[in-house]
C-alpha cells in the first residue's frame, strides 16, 4: 500500500541508551533512520550516542502513555554515528568498570551508607553518571568532590530503585528467561501480597521475590484473569451444615468451578459445583439443612443400539478383545511319547510294539532285557550266522521276549559276512562255530542259582536267569613251570 503523498512522517524518535534508558529526540534534518542505527545526539554539556529504538506513529502514541508533551525542551539528533565516533564511545566504555570500583573503595573510606551499582560516561568524556540506591537519605556532598578531583570529570549522582537496579544489571529469573526489567518491561507498577491471595499463591517470600528482593512484577500480569473468574466464587465465611455434619471448605478451582469440602475426623474432601454451593448457602440461610452436599446421579437412559452402532461405540471394542477365548495351547510331545502319531487315522503301529498309552512304567535295562548285572552273566551260545541274531538269557537258551510292557525291541541287524569274499552265495551255508576247548586251570561248572541278587534290582519276569559265580577278571591259571619263586622279604 503506497503512502499518500501529503502524508509527513512524524519527526520525534525514540533513542535508547546503556542500561535501557530511553528518551525522546528531533528529526529536524530529516535523516533516513532506521531501528537500530547509532546516532550522534544532543544533550546538556556535551553529545552522546544513543541507537535508535522506535520510529513513526509509535512514537507519537508512546508519549502519550509516558506523558512527554512535544514542545521545544525536545532535544534534536546531529547526524547518524560514524566508526570515528564509535570507536571513541568504545574507549571511554572500557573505562566505567575501572571507575566503577575505584569509586566503591572510596565510598567504603567514607562510610556513607549506600550502594553503587553502575557508572555511565558521555562519549566526549565530559561527564559520569553514578547511579546508587539507598534506604535512606544520603548527604554525598564531600563524596563528589573527591570523586572530581580523583576522574577529573564532571559527575552527577543518580539514586535509582532497586528494581531499576536490576533492569540495569540484567540476568536471569527464576522461568527461566531474561528479566522483564532488562528488556521490554518501562515502567514498574507496584505489587502487592493481595495479588498472591487472590491466585492462591504460598505467602512464601523466598518464592514471591525475584532477584532485586521485591515482589516480582508478574504476579499482576493474570491478576485481572483471577479477578474475573472470582466473580462466580461465593464468599463461604463458615461451614455448610448438612445432616451428615458441618463441611469445612478446602480447596477452590476457580477455572473448574468446582469447590472441595471435608468433614470433621474424615480426611476426604468431596468436589462440590459452584451452583450447589450457591445452594446449600441459600437453604442455611433460611434454616434448612439438606441431606448431603451432592445429591446422587440420576441414572441415564441406555443409548439406543441402533444409533450406537451406527455411531460406533469403544466399549463395544473392549468387550470385543475382552471377551475372545484364549487359544489353547498344544500338549509339547514330552516323556510320554506322541500320542498323535500312534492314534492318527491310518497310521498302524510299529511291529511287537504296543501303543504308548498301553505301556507300563519303564525298567531299568538290565531287567527290561533279562539279564544280570555283567559279572553274573552266564557263558555265551554258539552263534549260527544263517538266521538272524536273537539275545538269549544266560544260562538258558530262550529268546527274550519283546512285547513286555515298557520294552523297545532291539533293531535286528543282519548277519555278518564272515564267507569268502569271491562267493557270497555260500555266506549262509557256514557251519556253526565250534566251542573253543578248555585252558589249562579251567573248569566247566554249571551256573549256581543260590548267588545272591543285587540290591535293588528286581528279576523281569519271565526270565531264568542264573547268574555264575564271580569271579576275578584274571583267572587263577597257577604257576608257570619251571619258574622260580621270589625271595620272600621280611621288611
Not at 502513555?65 to 565516533?85: G, L, M, P, Q, S
Not at 508478574?218 to 451444615?241: F, G, H, W
Not at 538266521?387 to 530262550?398: I, K, L, V, W
Request: glycine residues 8%.
Amino acid at each position: 500500500m503506497e503512502i499518500p503523498t501529503a502524508f509527513e512522517e512524524f519527526d520525534i524518535v525514540e533513542i535508547r541508551f546503556k542500561g535501557g534508558r530511553k528518551d525522546f529526540f528531533r528529526n529536524i534534518n530529516r535523516l533516513d533512520l532506521t531501528t537500530g542505527d547509532p546516532v550522534v545526539v544532543d544533550v546538556p554539556n556535551g553529545h552522546h550516542i544513543g541507537t535508535v529504538s522506535l520510529k513513526g506513529e509509535l512514537v507519537r502514541l508512546q508519549m502519550l502513555k509516558k506523558k512527554v508533551d512535544n514542545n521545544e525542551e525536545i532535544r534534536t539528533i546531529y547526524r547518524i554515528a560514524n566508526e570515528r565516533d564509535l570507536e571513541k564511545l568504545r574507549e571511554v566504555q572500557e573505562q566505567e568498570a575501572a571507575t566503577m570500583y575505584r569509586s566503591r573503595e572510596i565510598i567504603q573510606q567514607t562510610g556513607l551508607r549506600m550502594k553503587l551499582s553502575d557508572v555511565e560516561y558521555q562519549a566526549d568524556r565530559s561527564k559520569a553518571t553514578f547511579y546508587y540506591s539507598a534506604d535512606d537519605r544520603v548527604d554525598f556532598r564531600d563524596l563528589i568532590k573527591k570523586l572530581a578531583e580523583e576522574f577529573k570529570v564532571r559527575i552527577e549522582m543518580r539514586q535509582i530503585s532497586l528494581r531499576h537496579e536490576a533492569g540495569r544489571l540484567g540476568g536471569i529469573g527464576s522461568c527461566g528467561r531474561e528479566l522483564c526489567c532488562s528488556t521490554w518491561l518501562t515502567d514498574f507498577k507496584s505489587v502487592s501480597t493481595t495479588a498472591a491471595r487472590y491466585q492462591n499463591l504460598s505467602l512464601n517470600p523466598s518464592k514471591l521475590s525475584g532477584q532485586c528482593g521485591r515482589l516480582k512484577c508478574c504476579l499482576n500480569y493474570e491478576l485481572e484473569t483471577y479477578m474475573e473468574a472470582l466473580k462466580d466464587i461465593p464468599t463461604v465465611s463458615r461451614p455448610l451444615q448438612t445432616k451428615q455434619g458441618d463441611a469445612m471448605l478446602q480447596k477452590t478451582d476457580i477455572f473448574k468451578k468446582m469447590m472441595w469440602f471435608g468433614y470433621r475426623g474424615d480426611n476426604n474432601w468431596y468436589p462440590v459445583p459452584v451452583e450447589r454451593v450457591q445452594e446449600i448457602l441459600k437453604m442455611n440461610s433460611q434454616g434448612l439443612v439438606p441431606d448431603m452436599l451432592v445429591e446422587e446421579p440420576v441414572n441415564e437412559p441406555k443409548q439406543n443400539e441402533f444409533v450406537a452402532q451406527v455411531e460406533g461405540s469403544l466399549e463395544r471394542l473392549d468387550d470385543k478383545f475382552k471377551n475372545k477365548k484364549k487359544k489353547k495351547k498344544k500338549k509339547k510331545p514330552g516323556a510320554e511319547g506322541t500320542e498323535s502319531r500312534q492314534n492318527a487315522p491310518g497310521r498302524e503301529p510299529r511291529e511287537g510294539r504296543e501303543p504308548k498309552d498301553q505301556r507300563g512304567p519303564r525298567e531299568p535295562r538290565e531287567h527290561r532285557e533279562g539279564r544280570g548285572p555283567r559279572e553274573n552273566r552266564g557263558s555265551r551260545e554258539p552263534r549260527n550266522d544263517a538266521q538272524p541274531q536273537q539275545r538269549t538269557t544266560s544260562g538258558t537258551g530262550e529268546a527274550q521276549q519283546p512285547a513286555e510292557q515298557g520294552q523297545r525291541p532291539k533293531k535286528q541287524r543282519p548277519p555278518r559276512n564272515r564267507g569268502n569274499r569271491e562267493g557270497r552265495e555260500n555266506r549262509d551255508a557256514r557251519p556253526p562255530r565250534e566251542e573253543r576247548p578248555a585252558r589249562e586251570g579251567e573248569t566247566n561248572r554249571p551256573p549256581r542259582a543260590d548267588v545272591a541278587k543285587p540290591s535293588g534290582q528286581p528279576q523281569a519276569e519271565g526270565s531264568s536267569q542264573q547268574p555264575r559265580r564271580q569271579k576275578s577278571r584274571r583267572p587263577n591259571r597257577g604257576p608257570k613251570p619251571n619258574q622260580p619263586k621270589p625271595p620272600r622279604t621280611d621288611a
